[in-house]
């Protein structure tokens, strides 16, 4: 990984610092995405601390359109070329919450945050490649599938955890999807299953359902992956040689491995993509990962 420059979304801490960390150790310069600029700092103190004294901070609220937009403007004056994106910021919310835009948080942050973000980078990824996309899904994507009416949950009936596993599903329906459009130009796009990780869920959530989930969760972690281990097929996928031209594909436990069929239906990856090229203000030609 030395010399290489690589992006990691949501990584001022769990397994977006830890992946930060490992790769910085191996030698690739780090740009860190975060929502906390507190804990970003912390964090960029361990890359730096790890690897040779570089790294960047950039602060955002990515499941602000507008704050995807300014980072990506920032991530491209901050490095010359992009070897790996790493989409790994996330949100479980247990109670409804609209953002900015008008948009379900988890649906925003999880899903449109992903589609938005490699958009406005894919001609740097084009133009670096051999370079990597990684999406951090997870076994939540099992058993769920879109309402393509209405693919953002509204705040009547509203389920947390359901909206998460929608999310999930997309993450892996928009990386298939991807790998496709950027076939031919040597950027691959692969999506992951991290394992079920301490991670910082549920903390920040001051609803009741949210206070009860996090106290299920702590009660839970001695049971649970550490950041460290959970972080183990993000670091796989970004620098191992083994998936090198590897695309399209999911992982687990540094291994491919098989999704639930819902996320192999290439009719609805097409789909998803239309929906998200509307709700993010992307017109069909400047969503071509290979135009130019």
């Known amino acids: 990984m030395a010399g290489k420059n690589v992006i990691i979304t949501g990584a001022n801490s769990g397994i977006g610092r830890a992946t930060a960390v490992a790769l910085a150790a191996m030698g690739a310069r780090i740009v860190l995405v975060c929502r906390s600029r507190e804990r970003g700092e912390a964090a960029l103190a361990d890359v730096r601390n790890a690897g040779d004294g570089t790294g960047d901070l950039l602060v955002a609220d ?8 300014r980072v990506a403007g920032e991530i491209l004056d901050a490095a010359g070329r992009i070897d790996v994106l790493l989409n790994n910021a996330g949100a479980l919310q247990t109670s409804y919450s609209a953002t900015i835009d008008g948009i379900e948080r988890t649906w925003a942050t999880n899903h449109l945050n992903y589609f938005l973000l490699t958009h406005l980078l894919r001609e740097r990824l084009v133009a670096s490649a051999p370079a990597r996309v990684i999406n951090v899904s997870s076994r939540a994507h099992e058993g769920q599938s879109i309402d393509f009416e209405r693919p953002q949950q509204d705040q009547r009936g509203y389920r947390g955890y359901r909206a998460y596993g929608q999310s999930k599903l997309a993450n892996v329906l928009f990386t ?103 709700m993010t203000g992307i017109s069909s030609a400047e969503a071509s990962p290979a135009a130019g």
């Open 62 to 69: 990515l499941s602000s359109q507008a704050d995807v937009r």
């Open 176 to 278: 298939n999807e991807l790998a496709r459009r950027l076939e031919g130009t040597a950027v691959t796009a692969n999506s992951l299953h991290p394992g079920v990780v301490r991670t910082g869920f549920g903390k920040t959530n001051t609803s009741v359902t949210g206070r009860m989930f996090g106290i299920v969760m702590r009660g839970l972690a001695p049971f649970l992956l550490s950041p460290e281990r959970g972080a183990a097929t993000s670091i796989y996928l970004a620098s191992s040689p083994d998936v090198e031209g590897v695309t399209g594909r999911y992982f687990v436990n540094c291994a491919p491995a098989a999704p639930h069929p819902a996320a192999l239906d290439d009719d609805a990856a097409r789909r998803l993509w239309e929906i998200s090229e509307r």
